[in-house]
């Protein structure tokens, strides 16, 4: 989630973005991998419109409690919307990037669980791990509270995909979908 601190949403706008680091349970893998704690990652955001149905945004952030390390995601959607905002629905592209911590923290194998887990010793560098899509629809039910749901298809790449996690026990594609409650205020500058 980000807040517009400067600029105007729906023409260029800049400011603070919040997310959440998922967690890794290194058993649920294989017996000897290391969990990857559940953590935030905090940042910032920058998007501006092309026209009025085309926006480009780019986050970089900084992890925190999980990974501790940055990563960044470039995005472009189409955003289609009813006339009084009460629907709205984006499609596009994803790019997705990480600092070499972030890739070892996910896609790494230490000496050590290489030993234990009999997988192959892996130290990824940064690099583009993901490209993809994403669709979402946002609904109001009134002035305030809504509900979001999303679908997305990431491809991992680069030092993702090279992982003998990924090769061996995962999958290349990986698929999400969410839904939550959304509570819209203003702050007056």
Do not use: C
């Amino acid at each position: 989630f980000g807040v517009a601190l400067v600029g105007k949403r729906g023409k260029t706008a800049f400011g603070p973005t919040l997310a959440f680091a998922t967690q890794r349970k290194g058993k649920d893998a294989v017996a000897g991998l290391s969990d990857v704690k559940f953590g935030m990652e905090v940042g910032g955001f920058a998007e501006t419109y092309l026209n009025s149905m085309i926006r480009l945004r780019g986050e970089m952030r900084q992890g925190l409690g999980a990974h501790k390390a940055l990563t960044a995601d470039l995005s472009g959607d189409m955003v289609v919307r009813t006339e009084d905002d009460r629907v709205v629905a984006t499609i596009g592209p994803r790019l997705r990037w990480g600092s070499g911590g972030y890739n070892r923290a996910y896609y790494g194998v230490t000496p050590t669980e290489a030993t234990v887990t009999g997988l192959a010793p892996y130290r990824p560098d940064s690099g583009i791990y993901a490209y993809g899509a994403m669709a979402g629809v946002n609904y109001r039910f009134s002035d305030q509270w809504g509900v979001y749901g999303f679908a997305g298809y990431d491809r991992l790449t680069g030092p993702a995909a090279d992982s003998p996690i990924v090769r061996t026990l995962g999958s290349r594609n990986q698929f999400s979908t969410g839904i939550a409650a959304t509570y819209m205020f203003k702050v007056r500058r």
